[in-house]
């Protein structure tokens, strides 16, 4: 386990994550570190991309993600947790707490993609706590309306059911409304919310709590979106169990979805008790200590 000597580097931004739940951090990664993400990414999406799943299961989808947290073992997974500050940012993010890697999504939007509807992490997975992070990372320069956008401190307020990416309507419920209220079609109401949206560049990591509420904007006819992203948690996040889900027929909201939930994004959950800490689990790996 690497340890991390910028300890307290980040701090600045820590207080601006614990309040709203969103930070930007602008040239967090240098080109070296950037460079090697856009390796990884190249060299996994487009050699598994039969294995990355369609946002949405109407057949004319352009966003597409692949998700992992079984790549403890792999050079990949190795050398970006070694060579990259990621870790190091997650942890000054967590106060300096035991930092544990979780899962890693790519995300690829191709040219004229809707959005990505908005939803909650936290009502996909079942974990809770101040030590969860995730970090948004483009691998090209964006302009605002082409970003991630994090509703500042949604976190702390209510969690909604997950919408299940139904295209006809972005607030269909994943779970039974009498467990968890219906998302707001917060598109059609986007001045009542605050949204925080701003233009990136290459290196900069937008780091966001899971319970915020989330979307990624539009892409244009002529972009290709391709963005990076890392969760994280502390020894202060704890298993927090959700409802079971509907009986959703073939209504399914992506192309694989549930055995994804199955077989990856859920995986390690199941050694654990409601409440207790997620790093009790042996599922993850400590990636760095508390100091
Ligand atoms: O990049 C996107 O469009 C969505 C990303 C997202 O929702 C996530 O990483 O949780």
């Given at each position: 386990m690497a340890t991390n000597p910028d300890l307290g580097h980040y701090s600045p931004y820590k207080a601006r994550f614990?309040?709203?739940g969103v930070v930007l951090i602008p040239g967090a990664l240098n080109e070296a570190e950037m460079s090697l993400l856009e390796q990884c990414y190249e060299s996994h999406f487009n050699a598994d991309k039969?294995?990355?799943?369609?946002m949405y299961g109407d057949g004319k989808d352009e966003i597409y993600?692949?998700?992992?947290?079984?790549?403890?073992?792999?050079?990949r997974y190795q050398r970006l947790m070694a060579e990259t500050r990621i870790a190091d940012i997650a942890q000054d993010l967590?106060?300096?707490?035991?930092?544990?890697?979780?899962?890693?999504?790519?995300?690829n939007k191709t040219g004229g993609a809707r959005r990505t509807a908005w939803h909650q992490d936290t009502a996909y997975i079942p974990f809770k706590g101040p030590g969860l992070v995730i970090f948004w990372i483009p691998l090209e320069p964006l302009y605002a309306e082409n970003v991630l956008e994090v509703i500042r401190r949604s976190h702390k307020q209510t969690l909604f059911n997950a919408p299940m990416y139904d295209p006809k309507d972005h607030t269909e419920p994943l779970y039974?409304?009498?467990?968890?209220?219906?998302?707001?079609?917060?598109?059609?109401e986007r001045e009542k919310w605050d949204i925080f949206s701003t233009p990136m560049q290459r290196g900069d990591v937008l780091a966001f709590h899971p319970g915020c509420i989330h979307g990624g904007a539009p892409t244009r006819p002529d972009q290709v979106r391709r963005s990076y992203t890392f969760r994280f948690f502390s020894d202060e996040a704890w298993f927090s169990p959700l409802p079971g889900?509907?009986?959703?027929?073939?209504?399914?909201?992506?192309?694989?979805?549930?055995d994804t939930d199955d077989r990856i994004v859920l995986k390690g959950f199941?050694?654990?008790?409601?409440?207790?800490?997620?790093?009790?689990?042996?599922?993850?790996?400590?990636?760095?200590?508390a100091v």
């Open positions: 614990d309040e709203d039969q294995l990355a799943e369609r993600f692949l998700t992992d947290n079984t790549i403890r073992a792999g050079e967590f106060g300096g707490h035991d930092t544990y890697y979780y899962l890693e999504q790519m995300w039974d409304e009498r467990d968890l209220p219906r998302i707001p079609n917060i598109e059609n889900k509907r009986d959703l027929g073939q209504n399914r909201f992506s192309n694989q979805r549930q199941e050694q654990l008790k409601p409440g207790d800490l997620l790093c009790q689990s042996n599922e993850w790996e400590r990636v760095r200590a």
